[in-house]
């Protein structure tokens, strides 16, 4: 059994601060891309950010020079240091990993977490 479990949401001002953290948990090999995703109530899941195992790294355009994806391969976590928060930040975020079970040849199963909320009042 594998487990995503994120943590570090919370109300915050607008230009205020946070930093996300998500913990991947189980029986894991290795893990691929790692990434940050959020939605709000009537919209779809958006990405937010992602970053490969060798700490490759990709943003949305709505969150560049905000929001910072970083990884510690050696505890399986990802976290999202976001900055400058605004009031359409808010949404659950939702952390997600491309998991290789057991072995190397095994092919990369995509988890999830079950979400944290970010509410950024104004």
């Known amino acids: 059994q594998v487990q995503l479990v994120e943590s570090g949401g919370g109300l915050v001002q607008a230009g205020g601060s946070l930093r996300l953290s998500c913990a991947a948990s189980?029986?894991?090999?290795?893990?691929?891309?790692m990434a940050w995703y959020r939605q709000d109530p009537g919209n779809q899941r958006e990405l937010v950010a992602a970053?490969?195992?060798?700490?490759?790294?990709n943003y949305a355009d709505s969150v560049k020079g905000r929001f910072t994806i970083s990884r510690d391969n050696a505890k399986n976590t990802v976290y999202l240091q976001i900055n400058s928060l605004k009031p359409e930040d808010t949404a659950v975020y939702y952390c997600?990993?491309?998991?290789?079970?057991?072995?190397?040849?095994?092919?990369?199963?995509?988890?999830w977490g079950q979400g944290t909320q970010v509410t950024v009042s104004s």
């Open positions: 997600t990993g491309e998991i290789k079970r057991y072995a190397s040849w095994y092919a990369p199963i995509q988890y």
């Open positions: 189980g029986s894991i090999f290795s893990i691929d891309t």
């Open positions: 970053i490969t195992s060798a700490g490759n790294t």
